[in-house]
């Protein structure tokens, strides 16, 4: 019997493979309101799966949606994948380039900088197989662990069997730095030396058997073949010429081995007046014989001629993170409160100070889970089943969880304080959108404001429309006079609204006379 593939040409198959992920919502970008770069490539995937339309600076705004900073990094990874679908777009139509150089990609930086997810945001786009795998798994062929020709057949199996399809795939390969050759002494060096040996032939271009030695289910289906065939088996292999390679890894020893070479280079004052550098910008500056003195194979190096490396995250970086981010940890938080029917909010300064602590966890974005879940743990075990239905993160819950929880718990108005306290915020909103004068209310305010409503019975609209009825005519007067356009309102404004208008008046016009 034929094999089905044979009179089914490859465009077809991987026609039919692309369309099989699109309905069932694996890669790609999910269809938003606005035409986004994720959901244009899937519409041109649609039509001609060997056609890719994204520019790399494209690719770069898709990942720019969920990945705070590393834009080099970024840029680097858009290109290269840009190149390697123009590469296979011309090899499936029998153009492809006679000498064809692979651009493998070697993404450095340390641990939870973003390099895993940039990838992992990148296979949302991409319409070739793609595998993620640890290095670490691995070790050399004839010992426990597995062999790194499994990322190969990991592909076929991604591509639904499809070994035409499977080679033109992406590999990634993280903490590749961990398969740095050990010291002189340590014995044998079954998982870092060996390993890489075994990966070179992958990098550049070998045949690679789908079934494995190994593995005793390929053995027996050998074995069924055998006899199917009556003694003759079909020795099926894969190439891997075709294949992009990324990896990436911590390296975080390499500064320092960079930092010895260009000391030494440096002599008297240049060498002793140059400033400190950041990470990124002396691993930048890494060269193939300090990946050699780190421990890596200088084959295996070669074998990856693109190198970019990803920045630290500050405070700030970790801020936009759970801000901006299209992916950010906050979402996960609000679905699982959701989930118990209870409605969470963060405010600016609540994910400020999670930002601070999770700098102070020195682990990048994995900090962020650290902090996140030290402090929300007792609310997703308490506040279930309680009757509240919403609370707020702040910077006080932030840095006082236990006590904010009892507070909450034991605050009979804590719901009612906090949709008065929205309220508010909506009501400076709207004075903003309307005027174009911002005001900004202190914690103090807020609480003020609060107090007086309850105690006056109005609602809080009623009572923020009265507190500031004469905020628009004074302000617009400072403004003119000073040009002022953000005023921040604390206690003591709440308490003596037209006071403070008289004095911010009178002080811009000392302003203007002096």
């Known amino acids: 019997m034929s094999d089905p593939s044979e009179s089914n040409p490859l465009h077809l198959r991987l026609q039919e493979f692309l369309k099989r992920n699109l309905e069932t919502g694996s890669g790609f970008v999910p269809q938003t309101e606005q035409p986004s770069p994720g ?39 858009a290109i290269t994948v840009c190149d390697h679908y123009h590469h296979v777009q011309a090899a499936t139509q029998g153009n492809a380039t006679p000498n064809y150089i692979k651009q493998n990609v070697l993404v450095m930086g340390p641990t939870g900088v973003g390099k895993t997810y940039l ?41 639904e069997g499809d070994k035409e399809i499977a080679q033109y795939g992406i590999i990634y390969l993280d903490e590749v730095d961990k398969l740095a050759s050990a010291s002189a002494g340590m014995g044998r060096d079954v998982s870092g030396r060996g390993v890489q040996t075994n990966l070179l032939k992958l990098l550049e271009e070998t045949e690679v058997p789908l079934r494995s030695q190994t593995d005793l289910q390929s053995q027996l289906q050998a074995a069924m073949e055998f006899q199917r065939r009556g003694g003759k088996i079909k020795k099926e292999t894969i190439n891997t010429r075709h294949i992009l390679f990324i990896v990436s890894g911590a390296f975080d020893k390499l500064p320092e081995i960079v930092k010895r070479r260009i000391s030494k280079s440096e002599i008297g004052f240049a060498a002793a007046s140059r400033p400190e550098r950041k990470t990124e910008e002396v691993l930048a500056e890494a060269t193939t014989r ?16 693109v190198r970019v490396a990803c920045s630290e995250l500050k405070v700030d970086d970790l801020f936009a993170i759970l801000k901006q981010s ?6 996960q938080y609000e679905e699982s409160f959701r989930a118990y029917g209870i409605e969470v909010m963060f405010t600016d300064d609540g994910l400020r100070a999670m930002a601070r602590l999770a700098a102070e966890e020195q682990t990048g974005a994995r900090g962020l889970v650290t902090v996140g879940e030290r402090i929300l743990r007792p609310f997703k075990f308490e506040l279930p089943g309680s009757g509240l239905r919403r609370f707020v993160v702040n910077e006080a819950l932030v840095l006082g969880p236990e006590a904010e929880l009892r507070r909450i718990l034991s605050d009979g108005k804590y719901e009612e304080r906090l949709v008065m306290g929205e309220i508010a915020r909506q009501f400076a909103a709207r004075f903003e959108e309307k005027h174009q004068l911002r005001i900004e209310f202190a914690p103090d305010a807020l609480e003020t404001l609060i107090d007086d409503a309850l105690r006056s019975g109005r609602n809080m609209r009623e ?5 500031f009825k004469d905020f628009e005519f004074g302000l617009k007067l400072v403004s003119k006079n000073s040009g002022q356009t953000s005023f921040t309102v604390d206690r003591g ?11 911010w008046v009178i002080d811009s016009y000392n302003k203007t006379a002096g």
């Open 39 to 77: 959901d244009v490539h899937a519409d041109a995937v649609k039509e001609n799966p060997f056609e890719f339309k994204l520019t790399p600076r494209q690719v770069k705004e898709h990942l720019d949606r969920f990945v705070i900073k590393q834009d080099e990094a970024k840029k680097v990874l």
């Open 119 to 159: 990838v992992k945001c990148l296979a949302e786009l991409i319409g070739v197989p793609m595998v993620r795998a640890d290095a670490t798994k691995f070790t050399e062929t004839g010992y426990v662990g597995g062999d790194v020709e499994d990322l190969v057949r990991d592909l076929v199996t991604q591509a």
């Open 290 to 305: 300090d990946l050699i003195d780190y421990g890596m194979e200088p084959e295996f190096v070669g074998r990856l001629p």
């Open 326 to 331: 299209e992916g950010s940890l906050i979402r």
């Open 463 to 467: 009572h923020c429309a009265e507190v």
């Open 493 to 503: 404004v709440v308490e003596a609204p037209d006071q403070a208008i008289s004095r």
